[in-house]
Antibody, heavy 118, light 112 residues
Framework: EVQLQESGPSLVKPSQTLSLTCSVT????????WNWIRKFPGNKLEYMGY???????YYNPSLKSRISITRDTSKNQYYLQLNSVTTEDTATFYC????????????WGQGTSVTVSS | DVVMTQTPLSLPVSLGDQASISCRSS???????????LHWYLQRPGQSPKLLIF???NRFSGVPDRFSGSGSGTDFTLKISRVEAEDLGVYFC?????????FGGGTKLEIK
């Protein structure tokens, strides 16, 4: 079974860059699609974007030019960078896999809580 | 963006009851390839969301058959027959027909 694990700082200052890592075991990130989703306080879920098996990326337009998703295939990890954060970026961040036969995000990491505060 | 509206917000049930959650989308979720990418997730307390149902009515691996999904176009339903304690948590519908993918606001299934 695919397992995903998010890691990164739990506290980020406003205007700085939020950087998270998703470590994947049980599957290769050179197959499928590898996603980031966040959940705000109060249950709202927002889809952030993905990096594909080929390295192609898609970003939610709501995040404009603040987001970047990259990968290191040798480590089987992929990364999220969110620039110029504000307190409104405070959320729990999840990484999740997507395999074409389901058409859905099938396995999720446990999530990592990030607070933006000075 | 496609807006996903779930009702009810909260669903108090007794163990053994049937539960039904509705999800409505602001536009049709039928993809140009003919598939409808409407899915259901359960987030138990302290856990991450888990995929229950994909493409309207297909149970994901290991999901009990007391969970069933139905619907078409813009109106969808998740039914749980004979609710068990492990079913409690927040249910989300989600669409991946249109980008950006979007989620419903969640329905909290709790004990009456």
């Amino acid at each position: 079974e695919v397992q995903l694990q998010e890691s990164g700082p739990s506290l980020v200052k406003p205007s700085q860059t939020l950087s998270l890592t998703c470590s994947v075991t049980g599957d290769s990130i050179t197959s499928g699609y590898w996603n980031w989703i966040r959940k705000f306080p109060g249950n709202k879920l927002e889809y952030m974007g993905y990096i594909s098996y080929s390295g192609r990326t898609y970003y939610n337009p709501s995040l404009k030019s603040r987001i970047s998703i990259t990968r290191d295939t040798s480590k089987n990890q992929y990364y999220l960078q969110l620039n110029s954060v504000t307190t409104e970026d405070t959320a729990t961040f999840y990484c999740a896999s997507w395999h074409g036969n389901y058409g859905a995000m099938d396995y999720w990491g446990q999530g990592t809580s990030v607070t933006v505060s000075s | 963006d496609v807006v996903m509206t779930q009702t009810p917000l909260s669903l108090p049930v007794s163990l053994g009851d049937q539960a039904s959650i509705s999800c409505r989308s602001s536009q049709s979720l039928v993809h140009s390839n003919g598939n409808t990418y409407l899915h259901w997730y359960l987030q138990r307390p302290g856990q991450s969301p888990k995929l229950l149902i994909f493409k309207i009515s297909n149970r994901f691996s290991g999901v009990p058959d007391r969970f069933s999904g139905s619907g078409s176009g813009t109106d969808f339903t998740l039914k749980i027959s004979r609710v068990e304690a492990e079913d409690l948590g927040v249910y989300f519908c989600s669409q991946s027909t249109h980008v950006p993918y979007t989620f419903g606001g969640g329905t909290k299934l709790e004990i009456k």
